[in-house]
């Protein structure tokens, strides 16, 4: 095998290309060679982005060109006790970021949550979807097309299905644009985030749609998924799993926990997440449900770039007799157990924190666990958002912890 310096030295002589590397090297002997070959440059110092604590073959299926790790603090927030149909328990939630405040603010709604007694959580639905384009000659042609995908889930499910040992085709949804039929696949992918499963079995079934109908694909994806943009179909129909979680947190523990009431706490959330969020055309009517997404997504293996769909929350929030009742709804909750950033040493070990590290028995009960747990920490992250909100105390919480 070549060594770092000579693979370096081949590829600024033009007889290697980067990705080629590990065709002469193990991985982390080509990932030392990228680095030489960058340290070159005056005022580099690719040291401590070498310094990485796990084989970099591990990371092959997740990165090309591999040069070392980016590390992010990690924290925890908790115990949070979750009372979900999947999950139920104590938990401590992991949170990657590099916002001061962040674990802290959870950590308090976490603690708000414990003093009520648990956080409720369920999953609405789930299901990861794709939404292939295809042409057709004009208007009729394109509605045939779309009355055949209609009477034909039974022989487009077979086709799909076939790709796969886990994913269950659950609808298959036409909508027509001019000569343009898209068709919108939903598929239930287990335990995991199932993107690239569902684009797999989605071009499996794309063949029977070309081959029995006048259509012809034009992309597997044509945008009505829709995948890691703001989409209103996401808000609405949903995407990955559909998440819920609550809480009644009682009038004097409201007052114990952020020194104000639950009718402030209402009011907060009625004028900025939904008077505010109206008026700025918002897909997602919250305080900051993104942040608690993003760090648990980077913490836990997820497709970072699915928060987009993540934030498309909803929080409510209403004084009751029995204290502050407050809710967060993430239509668009794109997560798994499996597959994708999970394999990752760090990730892995994290997600085993809350004891859901691999797939379910049954299939789908760990990644409904996961979404439930990300819920309920968002929840919390709302709870004291709003709480400090309303205290009038966000400020200097900031300017404590470093931010």
């Not at 097309?145 to 085709?169: I, K, N, P, Y």
């Not at 749609?209 to 044509?222: C, F, K, Y």
């Not at 009960?365 to 919390?380: H, K, P």
Request: charged letters at 20%.
């Amino acid at each position: 095998m070549t060594d770092a310096a000579t693979l370096a030295e081949r590829v600024r002589a033009g007889e290697l290309r980067l990705y080629e590397l590990e065709d002469h090297a193990d991985a982390d002997t080509a990932a030392a060679a990228r680095r030489l070959l960058l340290a070159a440059e005056p005022g580099v110092d690719l040291e401590t982005i070498g310094e990485y604590a796990f084989p970099a073959e591990r990371a092959e299926s997740n990165v090309e060109n591999m040069i070392g790790a980016t590390q992010v603090p990690l924290g925890v927030a908790g115990p949070l006790p979750v009372d979900g149909e999947a999950a139920s328990g104590s938990v401590y939630l992991p949170l990657a970021t590099t916002e001061g405040a962040l674990v802290a603010s959870v950590n308090r709604g976490a603690g708000a949550i414990r003093a009520a007694g648990g956080a409720s959580t369920t999953v609405l639905q789930r299901g990861m979807t794709r939404a292939p384009v295809f042409e057709t000659s004009d208007v009729r042609e394109a509605a045939a097309v779309a009355d055949w995908v209609r009477g034909s889930l039974d022989r487009l499910a077979d086709a799909a299905e076939s790709t796969t040992s886990h994913g269950e085709l659950r609808e298959a949804t036409p909508y027509v644009v001019g000569d343009s039929v898209f068709v919108r696949f939903v598929y239930d992918t287990k335990d995991a985030m199932g993107m690239n499963m569902a684009t797999i079995a989605t071009r499996a079934a794309a063949d029977v749609i070309e081959s029995e109908t006048p259509a012809s694909m034009v992309a597997v994806s044509g945008n009505l998924c829709t995948d890691k943009k703001p989409a209103g179909i996401n808000a609405i129909e949903g995407r990955g799993r559909s998440v819920a979680a609550d809480v009644v947190l009682p009038a004097d523990a409201t007052e114990d926990r952020f020194g104000t009431t639950p009718e402030a706490i209402a009011e907060v959330n009625t004028r900025k997440n939904l008077l505010g969020s109206a008026k700025a055309a918002s897909l997602g009517f919250n305080a900051h449900v993104a942040n608690v997404v993003g760090a648990a997504f980077l913490a836990l293996g997820q497709d970072v770039a699915q928060v987009v769909e993540g934030a498309h929350a909803i929080t409510s929030v209403e004084a009751r007799e029995d204290g502050l009742y407050v809710s967060v709804t993430l239509p668009a909750l794109a997560v798994g157990t499996v597959g994708g950033g999970t394999g990752l040493p760090t990730q892995s070990e994290a997600l085993e924190i809350i004891g859901l590290a691999g797939g379910g028995d049954p299939p789908g009960t760990n990644g409904d666990a996961l979404a439930e747990v990300l819920a309920a920490g968002a929840l919390a992250g709302e709870l004291s958002l709003l709480g400090a909100l309303a205290g009038r105390h966000l400020a200097s919480a900031h300017a404590e912890h470093g931010r």
